[in-house]
């Protein structure tokens, strides 16, 4: 849960990254920019900043924004009846992501830098991603990712978006955020 001044503050500093990064956004789609929290209600350390430019029924693409080291904890996008789930291609437009996924134990440097909730992160093999690098994921692949110590800025396309539906490893995580006044 976040406040409707932390989701404002939020915002705006998530337009200050895409401007850094050169995105060219209309007045409407400045105004669509989404925080979510993952109802662990602490937003600097597990959260993204995300602008849907559209999401038909076979492609979505989006902006993620990453303030500095945080997290978006790790999930996996899952089968949809016949549909066997997203995949995603996360390419860096600015900053240095840390994606993590299936084939190695996580090490301990990257494990401190997790602040909280370290038992909810399970996969390690470390992928360093900087501008104009990206990675696809196959449907189904466990991951999380962190920006590194500037935040980041991610050209993300995939198949049809369904993060309501995303399977988190932490059961206490919420996909939709609840903002208070």
Known sequence: MITRSEQRRAQRRALEYLERAHVIMTAEERER???ADFGLSMLEYFGVQTLTYFNTER?????IVLFPNQICPEHWHP???E????EEIMR???????????GAEIEPSVR?????????????????LRPGEQIILPPGTVHWFQAGPEGAVIDDFSTTSRDVLDQFTDPDIVRTTQVVD
């Open 79 to 81: 089968r949809v009846g």
């Open 112 to 128: 401190d830098r997790i602040p909280e909730r370290k038992e909810y992160f399970t996969v390690g093999k470390e992928v360093i």
């Open 33 to 35: 920019v989404e925080v």
């Open 59 to 63: 492609i979505c693409a989006k902006q």
């Open 83 to 86: 549909d066997p789930g997203k």
């Open 92 to 102: 860096v437009r600015w900053g240095i992501v840390y994606v993590y996924i299936p």
